[in-house]
Structures are given as structure tokens and as C-alpha cells.
Nanobody, 123 residues
Framework: QVQLVESGGGLVQAGGSLRLSCAAS????????MGWFRQAPGKEREFVSA????????AYADSVKGRFTISRDNAKNTVLLQMSSLKPEDTAVYYC????????????????WGQGTQVTVSS
């Protein structure tokens, strides 16, 4: 089992940057593919980005490709989401998730979730 805690959210102006961090507990962090999802008010949770267990493979939603970068440090049990050129439509609660398998874009296939961190982008 793994516990996830997100941090780094906040209020930023359009065009700005934020870096989200997800800290994982447990000794088997490297056995989990990690994902970031987001949910805006009144909308369904959507895929943002994911990274494989080794970090060698990444995936991005088209809406964030070229602006967001996912990375992980298995020695520190941490996964990061660097967000740049932020837009008001990026405003959402961002969730970190883990699954003990390969990278996936479907939220229902992730087994563990953090509590979320709010990102608000003002225009």
C-alpha cells in the first residue's frame, strides 16, 4: 500500500508556472506507475500526465503537452509536475495517483490517490 500527499498548488497568473509535488510513503515506490489527474468544478476528473515506474516513459494529455513536464525521483519517493504557461482553463484540483502496473490514462485503473491540491490560474 502507498499513501500520497500532494503539495505545491496555489494561485498564479496566466502565463505563470507552478511545480506540484507528490510524496509517497512506503518502500516500493519504484514499483508504481504514477499519474496526475485534475478535476475542475462541475467537470469529470481528467488525465493530465503519467510516468512509468522507471521514469523512462511519460504520457501527457493533449491540452498540456509542451507546457507540463512530469518527472520522478525513486530515491526520494517523489513525483513532480512542472507546469508552465498556465492558462485559466488549467484551474482545478490536481490529484496524484499510483498503480502497480504500467502507465495508464484511465483514472479508474489507479489504486491509490492523494487528497488533491488546488491550482487556480487567474486571467
Amino acid at each position: 500500500q502507498v499513501q500520497l500527499v500532494e503539495s505545491g498548488g496555489g494561485l498564479v497568473q496566466a502565463g505563470g508556472s507552478l511545480r506540484l509535488s507528490c510524496a509517497a510513503s512506503g518502500r516500493t515506490f519504484s514499483s508504481y506507475a504514477m499519474g496526475w489527474f485534475r478535476q475542475a468544478p462541475g467537470k469529470e476528473r481528467e488525465f493530465v500526465s503519467a510516468i512509468s515506474r522507471s521514469g523512462g516513459r511519460t504520457a501527457y494529455a493533449d491540452s498540456v503537452k509542451g507546457r507540463f513536464t512530469i518527472s520522478r525521483d525513486n530515491a526520494k519517493n517523489t513525483v513532480l509536475l512542472q507546469m508552465s504557461s498556465l492558462k485559466p482553463e488549467d484551474t482545478a484540483v490536481y490529484y496524484c495517483a499510483a498503480r502497480q502496473s504500467i502507465v495508464d490514462v484511465i483514472s479508474a485503473r489507479y489504486d491509490y490517490w492523494g487528497q488533491g491540491t488546488q491550482v487556480t490560474v487567474s486571467s
